[in-house]
T-cell receptor, first 113, second 115 residues
Framework: LAKTTQPISMDSYEGQEVNITCSHN???????ITWYQQFPSQGPRFIIQ?????VTNEVASLFIPADRKSSTLSLPRVSLSDTAVYYC??????????????WGAGTKLIIKP | DSGVTQTPKHLITATGQRVTLRCSPR?????VYWYQQSLDQGLQFLIH???????AKGNILERFSAQQFPDLHSELNLSSLELGDSALYFC??????????????FGEGSWLTVV
């Protein structure tokens, strides 16, 4: 199971683009990279998932360099409601019995007015 | 709404008591996961069931047990409760084995307060 490292906390301001980087030096060939968002007292919510290059959906983009040893979650034009904890998880969704079972501390993102 | 339903949403009970938390997974999902999250702590994986069978076990105490029924709903039983068991208990579900990356969908949690 690839271990991930992400900043404990980040601050930004409304309207800015926020990039949260996750390091996963030991990522395996079949591993996917998944990001979740968690608001206080709520269950984590899936944001985006990717395998390589760039993935974009209606809420975020995920940039994965060619070596896949890191990934960057990009949140465009954040608002106060984006204040939350963001988790990066790496694993093989098919073969890894521990996939998405081990969660790190996440990155606490605080958006200021 | 993730489609995962947990009951009860809030529960207050005394030390030494036993409680049961219930989870209904998303329609079609065969996997159910249970997590514990204490105040300002990270998610701690407890146990994973797939189609009625236990697939993985995390840091689940012997006082805790779970099962997944033929209709795929799951129950987490917590007994001999201690003050430290106070936490938010999440259930999550996934299809498991799909080629869509197998994301997990979480319920809103059951708040357990032991007094």
């Amino acid at each position: 199971l690839a271990k991930t490292t992400q900043p404990i906390s980040m601050d930004s301001y409304e309207g800015q683009e926020v990039n949260i980087t996750c390091s996963h030096n030991n990522i395996a060939t079949n591993d996917y990279i998944t990001w979740y968002q968690q608001f206080p007292s709520q269950g984590p919510r899936f944001i985006i998932q990717g395998y390589k290059t760039k993935v974009t959906n209606e809420v975020a983009s995920l940039f994965i360099p060619a070596d896949r040893k890191s990934s960057t979650l990009s949140l465009p034009r954040v608002s106060l409601s984006d204040t939350a904890v963001y988790y990066c998880l790496v694993g093989d969704p098919i073969m890894d019995s521990n996939y998405q079972l081990i969660w790190g501390a996440g990155t606490k993102l605080i958006i200021k007015p | 709404d993730s489609g995962v339903t947990q009951t009860p949403k809030h529960l207050i009970t005394a030390t030494g008591q036993r409680v049961t938390l219930r989870c209904s997974p998303r329609s079609g999902d065969l996997s159910v996961y249970w997590y514990q999250q204490s105040l300002d702590q990270g998610l701690q994986f407890l146990i994973h069931y797939y189609n009625g069978e236990e697939r993985a076990k995390g840091n689940i105490l012997e006082r805790f047990s779970a099962q997944q029924f033929p209709d795929l709903h799951s129950e987490l039983n917590l007994s001999s409760l201690e003050l430290g068991d106070s936490a938010l208990y999440f259930c999550a579900s996934s299809q498991w084995g799909s080629d869509s990356g197998n994301t997990i969908y979480f319920g809103e949690g059951s708040w357990l307060t032991v007094v």
